[in-house]
């Protein structure tokens, strides 16, 4: 499931690494790109790459998630953002996890062009507490589907960080069959270092503090604004 608002310059590059990855890993994919009210032409990109899209108009990016569940008839869900990309190693990876014992899980990130040091930073830090609290990011989530209909899905009412609620939710209900969650050991999922060329580093770490503050803050539009607003694009509130 691949969540898309106006995505149609980064899909192309995701969707023809994920069909690559499927094909070296020797797994069949149902691929769902959730176009959520685009304006660009991301419907006819994923379209001419013959995947499903599906449509959800709601601009809150766990209704998105959910939307492209819903939709899936896989008994395995990945959930990746559109300017991730994927390979052989990380699917394989999750195809062995949920054959052997894993309610779900993610994955270590990184970006896909140098940044600055205080980016750098924050992606060891990240991947160091994300794999000793056992989150996901957003950017790479997988899950057993049955698992992820008895947690309810994504909470419906977050706008941002739906994924630490839904591995903490997901965490609890694998306990109950003997089941695990984690980051993967493998090489990292690369995304788009873009949000580093469009916010300044104050306003990263203004995120950062509000979150920490206020740890409901992903349940409220206007204080997820970092992901919502692009350069040029203010006036496109999600």
């Known amino acids: 499931m691949i ?7 980064f899909l192309p590059k995701t ?3 994920l069909a690559g990855a499927g094909r070296d890993a020797g797994l069949t994919l149902e691929v769902i790109v959730v176009n959520n009210a685009s304006t660009d032409a991301t419907r006819d990109v ?7 899209v599906v449509d959800e108009p709601e601009r809150r990016i766990a209704a998105v998630r959910n939307a492209g ?3 899936a008839r896989a008994p395995w869900l990945l ?4 300017d991730t990309g994927v390979t052989r190693e990380h699917l394989s990876a999750v195809a062995d996890a949920l054959s052997d014992g894993y309610a779900g899980g993610g994955a270590p990130i990184a970006f896909d062009a140098p940044v600055p040091r205080f980016y750098t930073a924050g992606v060891v830090v990240w991947n160091a507490l994300a794999r000793r609290l056992k989150l996901a990011a957003g950017s790479f989530v997988f899950a057993r589907a049955d698992l992820h209909r008895a947690v309810g899905g994504f909470d419906g009412r977050a706008y941002a960080g739906e994924e630490l609620g839904y591995s903490r939710a997901l965490r609890r209900q694998g306990r109950r069959y003997g089941l695990d969650f984690g980051v993967l050991v493998t090489a990292p999922v690369v995304s788009s270092a873009r949000k580093t060329q469009w916010y300044a580093p104050w306003q990263h770490a203004l995120v950062l503090v509000t979150f920490l503050l206020f740890p ?4 409220f539009r206007r204080l997820t604004w970092f992901w919502y607003l692009r350069p040029k694009q203010h006036a496109e509130r999600r």
């Open 69 to 71: 569940a819903a939709a």
């Open 15 to 17: 969707l023809d690494a």
């Open 3 to 9: 969540p898309a608002w106006n995505e149609a310059a």
């Open 216 to 219: 409901w803050a992903g349940r």
């Open 46 to 52: 994923a379209r001419a790459h013959g995947v499903r």
């Open 79 to 82: 959930f990746l953002d559109a």
